[in-house]
């Protein structure tokens, strides 16, 4: 459904009688639940296949909404004052009083909070005058929705509304950050660049890829096409197609001929969802730089490139070998 007033007015009464609505957010789109409703938020997870205990994002319209699930501290509030409303997701303790379900967090002492800055999901997040848990529109495991179409196709049924509010404007999820006692640490790149977090509270630690238990439900697979990935390909193989960045001229698609990183992140999900319905052997990736978005872009491919599999996500296959 269009993303007009009425249907934003409809979308919010669905979401406080206990339904499913996608959203689009900047970052990518969103299956929203009521997050005081236990039953609600347990759809969410029935919806997407996703594990129990992988927590969700708690969506407000507002910074003190935010801070009424999660508590604040000096930090927090220098963020959201900087990137709220925007892509950034807080890690905070979990205020009890909230009324959170369970499931959200997965029985944590912790949640995350975040304000997004699309309209549409503003107006809705008004709307509805409670917390929104929403993780990314998509089936576990595969590539998030940057258009409302792609979770028409792919969530089905169990959706009550998809409002649609157009390609998103980001196209990767949002940064996930950490703020419970200590430095901060970095749970997810994101929307946010570190630099930028970096610009406005000082360091943040970034764990290492053997700490998963840091950040539940960041699956080192994930994100993932059917089509194998072959990462840092200077060119395509005969039987690839090839996902380019600035010149590639053998590139099926081009994630930024220019070079421009946020072209390319909005462009990314999109086009893997391209190459993927291609039929070829494998998908060859241009190098990305590593600094800015393309940290997040770096982090997409790298998750995609360990979960693709025919099969879907986690069998761990590995069928597309770098020539040697
Ligand atoms: O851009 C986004 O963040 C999108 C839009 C819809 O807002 N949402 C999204 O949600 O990407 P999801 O569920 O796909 O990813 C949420 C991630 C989890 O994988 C987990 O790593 C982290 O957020 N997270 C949530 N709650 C947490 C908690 N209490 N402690 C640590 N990490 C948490
Ligand atoms: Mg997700």
Partial sequence: MRATAAGIHQ??????????VAFPTETVYGLGADATNADAVGQVFQAKNRPAGHPLIIHTATMAGAFAVGADDPAATRLAERFWPGPLTLVLPLRS?????????????TVAVRVPRHPVAAALLRAVGRPVAAPSANPHGRLSPTEAQHVRDELG????????GGPTEIGLESTVLELVGGRPVLL???GVTVEELEAAIGPVDEPGADEPARAPGMLRQHYAPR???????????????YLGFGAAPGATCNLSPTGDLEEAARNLFVMLRRL????????????????????????????????????GPGSGQTVCERPS
């Fill in 97 to 109: 009083e909230a009324g959170i379900a369970d499931a959200v967090t997965g029985g944590r002492a």
């Fill in 227 to 241: 089509t194998p990935l072959r990462l840092d390909a200077d060119d395509p193989l005969p039987d690839e197609v």
């Fill in 157 to 164: 049924p169990a959706v009550e509304l998809v409002l649609d």
């Fill in 11 to 20: 979308a919010a009464a669905h979401l406080r009688n206990g339904r499913l």
């Fill in 188 to 190: 997810r790149a994101g």
């Fill in 276 to 311: 993927d319905s291609a039929g070829a052997r494998c998908i060859a990736v241009a190098p990305i730089p590593d600094h800015h978005l393309g940290r997040a872009i770096n982090d997409r491919l790298r998750r995609a490139e360990r979960g693709a599999t025919p099969d």
